[in-house]
């Protein structure tokens, strides 16, 4: 089940679609049924409208550049909620890559007390390589671009970062 927020401000009401609808939406999405169409199908089905407009959002393809927005970007487009995780989510890599930059001996002396120490490799460029990753992925994530490659990039870099991290409590 996922669980869809249908109001920024308040909160108050939560719908539960089932991932048989979402993944019904994705599928005639893939075979370039109109929104329109997909709608009308699933009321004659049954399902709630709301259900269904929300499953529409959630499915809702990148744009694609357009003369009134150039970059494709999903900045305009995008659902309150969306904007509040990806300022959350960027704020996270924006932070790390500032500390980072300011502060490199900190993160030398986690990576020598991690596995990262039995690598044969000089740690000291590594402090560089991850701010410089953690800017562009926070920069990333706050444009918008090509979420999907971004969104799943952060994740490994978060997971491998959790396995440094962890490394060191051991």
Known sequence: MIAHYSSFLGCDTISFMSARLIAYVQFQRTRAVSPEEIRSRLIAKGWPLQEIESALRLTE??????P??????????????????????????LVNSLTALLDPAAFLK???????????????????????????????????WK?????????????????????TLV
Do not use: C, Q
């Open 110 to 144: 986690l990576m020598e007390r991690s596995f990262l120490r039995l690598l044969p490799l000089p740690l000291e460029p590594m402090v560089w390589l991850i701010a410089v990753n953690d800017l562009l992925t926070g920069v990333l994530v706050l444009l918008g």
């Open 61 to 66: 393809p990148d744009p694609k550049p357009t």
């Open 147 to 167: 979420r999907r490659y971004v969104y799943t990039w952060a994740g490994v870099w978060l997971l491998a970062a959790t396995w440094v991290k962890l490394s």
């Open 68 to 93: 009134d927005n150039p970059t494709g970007l999903w900045m305009a487009t995008s659902h309150p909620l969306h904007w509040v995780f990806r300022l959350g989510f960027a704020s996270i890599f």
